[in-house]
């Protein structure tokens, strides 16, 4: 596994969390609403990449990231405070669901556990970090919705399956399913994950389709969509 990954305008060492950087985080960081969003809450920030994409996007932005894993919230720590934007990213290192602040956030980013019972990739933090019984998809959502501002967006990414039982879950809790991108490896591919975003304010519904590779590469929307963080895409 590498240890470290560059980015244009950031680093992220990974240390021994146990959480590489991946797609799916990437993807859901630059897919993420954020525009004009003073306040963002970043829940389970595991190495800062998410808080650290939304820091580099949107300039106006405080970031509070909160992350329960000791060995995850030391190298967040350290990867925020080698960033230019160490000013604006705060770290918590505590459970989400004891964590009581005095506001509501215009954002909420999240990249939660999905592993059920029985189904760990592997022992240890990683393992951790991808399990469900750590944070139920209802306790998330339930506490997503009270630290939401009333006209706030709240975004997720997880697999087809799992992200299907999410928004169930989610309109449940009250939540609006306002946009909905169906992330496929390459065209021919069946659909693989789901970036979600819900509000409690009934906005219109947006939905459409990503495909990551083409068959020359990566897609033009993936580009578009990467191309401020990834290195040599241009």
Same mark, same amino acid.
């Given at each position: 596994m590498n240890k470290s990954f560059t980015f244009k305008q950031f680093h992220i060492d990974i240390g021994q969390c146990g959480m590489p950087v991946s797609t799916d985080g990437v993807l859901l960081g630059a897919w993420t609403d954020i525009n004009k969003c003073q306040s963002i809450?970043? !829940?389970?920030?595991?190495?800062?990449l998410l808080s650290l994409m939304c820091a580099q996007r949107e300039a106006l932005s405080h970031i509070d990231a909160v992350e329960l894993m000791?060995?995850?919230a030391k190298i967040a720590q350290k990867n925020i405070d080698h960033s230019?934007?160490?000013?604006?990213i705060q770290l918590f290192h505590q459970d989400i669901l004891s964590y009581l602040p005095e506001?509501?956030?215009d954002a909420i980013i999240c990249n939660p556990p999905y592993f059920s019972n029985g189904e760990q990739s592997k022992k240890g933090e990683r393992s951790f970090a991808r399990h469900t019984?750590?944070?139920s998809f209802g306790d998330l959502l339930s506490q997503s919705k009270k630290l939401l501002s009333p006209k706030g967006r709240a975004?997720? !990414?997880?697999?087809?399956f799992e992200g299907t039982k999410f928004i169930e879950i989610a309109k449940n809790n009250g939540f609006s399913l306002t946009k909905l991108t169906n992330v496929k490896t390459t065209e021919k591919k069946e659909v693989s994950r789901l970036l979600i975003e819900f509000s409690i304010f009934p906005y219109n519904f947006q939905e459409n389709i990503l495909i990551?590779?083409?068959e020359n590469g990566y897609s033009d929307d993936f580009i578009k969509?990467?191309?401020?963080f990834y290195l040599n895409m241009d």
């Open positions: 809450l970043d !829940i389970g920030c595991g190495t800062g000791p060995a995850a230019p934007w160490h000013d604006r506001k509501t956030y019984d750590s944070l975004s997720f !990414i997880l697999p087809l990551i590779h083409s969509l990467t191309r401020c």
